[in-house]
């Protein structure tokens, strides 16, 4: 950081897979990170290596060897997804007097030794939720910190107004683990109430998947009223926002769960699956509720309808998260607690 030219300049050099190719939480979170250290006065570079990560192959690791060795960068931030493949590569580093920070998008495992020697060789670990901090702490790993994600200003969208139908959405790739099978089917349950329902991600993450989550639109006669736009992105998804009434993330896991701060900062309540550490992210707002999905659809088809019967439900949520836009953390703030980290190493 900078102040008046007095501070030297912290110069960070960012290594991120190139591998994830659609929008995800964790590559939202490391652009996001990348301009908001910039904001803080940090000169940080990225570098992208493409490969089988996070197993990789030989030829992937030797030019993750090189991105540690280039520029003579004070410090290295390291995509968790890469570094769990490349523990002698980090330890190299190590050894050669270089700072390298692992950043965990996803808890550690004890099953996996690979990925566990990699991270204890680290300087220290970045995690992006309390979950992945807990184990890391868990499985004896040194110097962790939590850096959990921010968001963007909060956005001020025009009355709603009344509309005829509730508006439902659901943003995230459509892939197995974020279950939009499972919410297709629920919504078929509902036919006689009022409401429409956009998933929003890409249908290129998991093309099977995909395929099938739109046959089971049609199978169940909801090409009217669910909608799959494809990966969006600045105003197309804003206009996505702005006509939602209630966000789900029902995904059977998740380590944090960025898109439910995302909708929060919309002002748009969030529901999510009990269990996950998405309830980290929904917080104690009143902004939504975490719901038991075990015991099948029905506890879904259950939570919709008393969602859509329920005015004074609606209302109370919804100004739960328009309170909560304006109280939840900035990438700026994320950006302090990395540099608070790094430097200090």
Not at 117 to 140: F, H, K, P, V
Not at 303 to 321: C, N, P
Request: with cysteine.
């Amino acid at each position: 950081m900078s102040d008046g030219g007095e501070q030297p300049l912290v110069k960070i050099r960012m290594i991120l897979p190139a591998n994830v190719r659609h929008r995800s939480g964790g590559n939202i979170y490391n652009a996001r990170l990348a301009e908001a250290l910039r904001a803080q006065g940090a000169e940080v570079s990225i570098c992208t290596l493409d490969g089988g990560w996070p197993s990789g192959t030989a030829g992937d690791r030797s030019r993750f060897a090189a991105a540690l060795a280039g520029e003579g960068q004070a410090i290295y931030i390291v995509d968790g997804l890469i570094a769990s493949g490349a523990p002698t590569e980090i330890e190299t580093a190590i050894t050669a007097g270089r700072r390298v920070w692992v950043l965990l998008h996803v808890p550690p495992s004890a099953d996996d030794p690979l990925g566990t020697r990699a991270l204890r060789a680290a300087t220290g670990l970045l995690c992006t939720g309390s979950r992945t901090a807990e184990a890391a702490r868990s499985l004896g790993l040194g110097d962790v910190h939590l850096a959990t994600p921010g968001v963007d200003r909060p956005t001020r969208p025009g009355p709603r107004g009344a509309a005829a139908a509730a508006h439902f959405i659901m943003v995230g790739a459509l892939l197995p683990n974020k279950d939009q099978i499972f919410f297709v089917d629920a919504l078929a349950r509902i036919k006689d109430l009022a409401w429409t329902a956009a998933l929003v991600g890409s249908t290129k993450a998991d093309p099977s998947y995909a395929a099938a989550v739109q046959e089971r639109i049609l199978r169940n006669g909801l090409e009217k009223r669910v909608k799959t736009t494809g990966e969006l992105s600045g105003p197309a998804l804003e206009d996505q926002w702005n006509w939602a009434d209630l966000s789900l993330l029902i995904s059977h896991s998740e380590s944090f769960g960025m898109v439910v701060q995302e909708s929060l900062a919309h002002g748009i309540p969030v529901v999510v699956r009990k269990g996950t550490g998405a309830v980290e992210a929904l917080g104690a707002h009143g902004a939504g509720e975490a719901i038991d999905l075990s015991a099948g659809i029905g506890s879904l088809e259950k939570f919709l309808r008393r969602w859509l019967s329920d005015a004074a439900l609606r209302e109370g949520w919804q100004s739960a998260a328009e309170a909560a836009s304006s109280v939840l953390p900035r990438w700026e703030d994320t950006a302090r607690e990395v540099l608070r980290a790094v430097v200090a190493s």
